[in-house]
C-alpha cells in the first residue's frame, strides 16, 4: 500500500490533509488543502501543524506501533505515527477546526506554525518587523511564542 502526497489522513483530530516536508510556502500548503479537505467554510479555521510521522504501508495490529491504534485495528492497512525527528519524517497536517462565536483565532500564531522558527519569529515581532498585524494579536501571541521556544529548547527531541 503506496501512499501519495499530499494525502489524506485521519488522527484523533479529525480528517487531516499530509504533505511531505516541514516550512512549505502557505500557497502550496492552502492548494493541497482545497484539494484534499475543500475549501475552508465560515466558522472554521486552518490548523497547520508540523510534526515527525513514519509510515508503514501494510500494518495489521498499529497499536503495536504506536500505543494507541486506530478503527483499522485487525485489518490490514497503512499506518502513520509519530516518531523522533530524522530524515525523511519531516510532514505538514493541514485540518479544518470549528471556531464556536465566543472564540477567535489569532493570526500571528497561524503564521509562526507556517514559518516554524518561532525564535526568529518572536524577534521579528518585538522588533516590529509585522506591523500589518493588529497589535492585540501580537500581544496575545508573544507569551504562547516564549512558551513554545521554551518548550523546544527543553525538548528531549
Known amino acids: 500500500m503506496t501512499f501519495t502526497y499530499p494525502g489524506l489522513i485521519y488522527t484523533g483530530e479529525g480528517p487531516e490533509a499530509i504533505l511531505l516536508g516541514h516550512g512549505l510556502p502557505l500557497d502550496e500548503v492552502i492548494a493541497a488543502e482545497a484539494d484534499i479537505l475543500g475549501p475552508l467554510e465560515p466558522k472554521f479555521e486552518r490548523v497547520i501543524s508540523e510534526v515527525h510521522f513514519a509510515y508503514t504501508p501494510r500494518v495489521k495490529h498499529c497499536s503495536r506501533l504506536d500505543g494507541w491504534g486506530c478503527d483499522q485495528e485487525g485489518e490490514w ?62 500581544a496575545t501571541a508573544l507569551p504562547t511564542l516564549d512558551a513554545w521556544v521554551a518548550h523546544q529548547s527543553n525538548s528531549p527531541y
Open 77 to 138: 492497512h497503512g499506518h502513520f505515527y509519530e516518531v523522533k525527528p530524522a530524515a525523511g519524517t519531516a510532514h505538514t497536517l493541514v485540518r479544518h477546526r470549528y471556531v464556536r462565536q465566543d472564540e477567535k483565532s489569532n493570526p500571528v500564531l497561524v503564521e509562526a506554525i507556517v514559518r516554524g522558527d518561532y525564535i526568529d519569529f518572536a524577534a521579528q515581532l518585538r522588533r516590529g518587523v509585522h506591523a500589518t498585524w493588529a497589535a492585540t494579536d501580537v
